[in-house]
């Protein structure tokens, strides 16, 4: 599997001020153990990160796009037109006409067809090139398919009488959670009628403008991002300093990867609020992404201390799993399903045992994860993705290939592009190898929109390019990302780019570092093995290339075959 990011793990999106006291059975159940340790199976000792730092990065402020709610008074100007503007004007096929004049509403047909999927096929009819006026052209079907419902989404429902209604509360406001317990799209609605009609309600801006990000989240749309920090932007200018708004910009922030302005921005709000759980949460998640495991424990044992639940507890088992504690992360993991009791809560848990399982190439039972999942949400992308992966290293190549289709004709994203273009180069049928040269391709169009909404995507550049791009790029943009931040995945992408440039001396400490904290990732190892073997050391490329197959056999279909290769190479040689 791609690297499991914390920032995409689900939050409660009601942070009022709790009584600290206060926490439910379910979260008593599972974070308090008889000794009244907090977190299942956390010991007294002192882990050890890495403890880098890399120096500050500047905030996200100001971007361009469509106001957060048009018309409502007092909000900011649209400014000048930024980089999707600019996408959308070369691409005519956008929908327009809308009842606000903003084009088709969300989650539209296209002839009975989702505008993602569509926008898909015309990419796949456009021909199987990958040159650069293919590349331009994927760029603006994406735009096109990432855009045009975030459009509409900015204006009024009109004509939706009770969809959003619900999700208004007796004083004009959305009610506290509604965000967490309905559709995302009509309680965003909600929130911009409510707006429209308080346009100084800084809480609402706060609510509007985290709500973007998760909606940017679950729908693989960067687009949503200029418009949630607008809409914080005005919170904080409503009401200087106010966690919540604090809480989303930190939110934000990591959803664009930019963890150390994540890391600020969630410190400003647990000052305000300390039991604020999503700035608790995102804290948690920089810290990890930073590179710092000691630290991202320490803050999940505090976040358990104030705000209890399967927020913190799937990050803390994340925190584990990279240190290595694979039987501690299963643990708290368990635990944490048991007490979810909300389909996103339950696809979320159960999807996070299943990568658990994957990663150790326990492939059954991640294919029973996956499927408790899909049971709570049958649309929840992670869970369809790893199934899909999954079904792979089982051998059922047809059943993953079709998976992954359905995944990336919805939702286009790197992981499962670079997955779908390395089934198709694996089973080798006419064809299959521009069809593989599509989804490559299609990742670097991914990838400029996410830069166009402000997201760093240096990581997702650098890990596909290394093997299916542009090499000299990805040395750079893993480069630009090890200067950011230290991660365990950033080690890796930086050790491989410089390998594939025949570098390896100098990829090899950044190999070994990636492995250093125990996290049994067998990619990792993969990496390691070849990188030893380049630079001579093969007693040790063998023990990493064996450790590599005996933990995950099926972690790449094209990385485990050259394992097998090298491996099977190295031991005529002995």
Not at 91 to 106: L, T, V, Y
Not at 530 to 550: P, S, Y
Request: charged share 25%; hydrophobic share 40%; proline share 6%.
């Amino acid at each position: 599997m791609p690297p499991r990011t914390t920032d995409s793990a689900p939050e409660r999106r009601d942070d009022d001020h709790p009584n600290p006291d206060q926490e439910t059975a379910a979260e008593s159940s599972v974070g308090r153990g008889p000794e009244g340790a907090s977190i299942p199976g956390e010991g007294a000792a002192a882990e050890t990160g890495d403890g880098a730092r890399p120096g500050p990065a500047d905030g996200a402020e100001g971007g361009h796009g469509a106001d957060p709610v048009p018309g409502a008074v007092g909000t900011p100007g649209a400014g000048a037109p930024g980089a999707h503007d600019r996408l959308r004007a070369e691409s005519k096929s956008a929908a327009e006409g809308g009842p606000d004049g903003h084009g088709s509403p969300p989650c539209g047909t296209e002839g009975g067809v989702e505008p993602r999927v569509a926008a898909m096929r015309r990419a796949a009819d456009g021909g199987r090139r990958w040159r650069a006026a293919h590349l331009a052209g994927c760029a603006a079907l994406l735009a096109v398919a990432l855009t045009g419902g975030a459009i509409a989404l900015g204006g009024v429902r009109d004509g939706r009488a009770g969809a959003g209604a619900e999700a208004v509360s007796a004083a004009g406001a959305p009610a506290a959670g509604v965000l967490a317990r309905g559709d995302l799209d009509s309680g965003i609605g909600a929130l911009q009628k409510h707006l429209r009609a308080q346009p100084r309600d800084f809480g609402s801006w706060a609510t509007l403008g985290t709500a973007y990000v998760e909606q940017a989240r679950t729908k693989g749309d960067p687009s949503r991002y200029p418009q949630a920090e607008r809409a914080l932007k005005r919170s904080l200018e409503l009401d200087p300093g106010n966690d919540q708004a604090l809480a989303g910009r930190a939110a934000l922030a990591a959803a664009r990867h930019d963890f150390t302005g994540a890391l600020r921005d969630a410190d400003r709000a647990l000052k305000q609020n300390p039991y604020n759980e999503r700035a608790l949460c995102t804290r948690i998640d920089a810290l990890v992404e930073l590179g710092r495991y000691e630290d991202a424990a320490e803050a999940a044992r505090t976040a358990d201390d104030r705000r209890p639940g399967v927020p913190v507890f799937t990050r803390y088992a994340y925190v584990k799993e990279l240190r290595g504690d694979v039987g501690t992360a299963r643990d708290v993991l368990e635990r944490a399903l048991e007490a979810a009791d909300s389909p996103g809560d339950i696809a979320y848990v159960a999807t996070a045992l299943g990568q658990l399982a994957w990663n150790q190439g326990e492939y059954r039972t991640a294919l029973g994860h996956y499927a408790r999942a899909l049971a709570a949400d049958e649309d929840y992308l992670p869970a369809l993705e790893g199934r899909a992966r999954a079904q792979a290293a089982t051998g059922d190549r047809a059943a993953a290939v079709e998976g992954l289709e359905r995944v990336v004709a919805r939702f286009p994203l790197p992981g499962p592009l670079v997955a779908l273009g390395e089934l198709y180069e694996d089973r080798g049928a006419d064809g299959d190898r521009a069809k593989a040269g599509d989804q490559y391709a299609l990742v670097d169009a991914w990838t400029s929109l996410a830069r166009a909404g402000g997201v760093n995507a240096d990581l997702d550049s650098a890990m596909a390019a290394a093997d299916h791009g542009d090499k000299k790029e990805a040395l750079r943009a893993a480069r630009a990302e090890w200067n950011r931040r230290h991660s365990v995945h950033t080690a890796d992408a930086l050790a491989w780019a410089l390998h594939v440039n025949g570098r390896d001396e100098e990829a090899l400490p950044y190999a070994r570092r990636a492995t250093a904290t125990g996290y049994r990732n067998a990619g990792f190892l993969y990496h390691r093995g070849v990188i030893e073997r380049a630079t001579g050391n093969d007693g040790e490329a063998r023990d990493h290339l064996k450790a590599a197959l005996d933990l995950n056999p099926g972690f790449s279909p094209l990385g485990a075959r050259e394992a097998r290769t090298a491996l099977k190479d190295l031991e005529g040689t002995r």
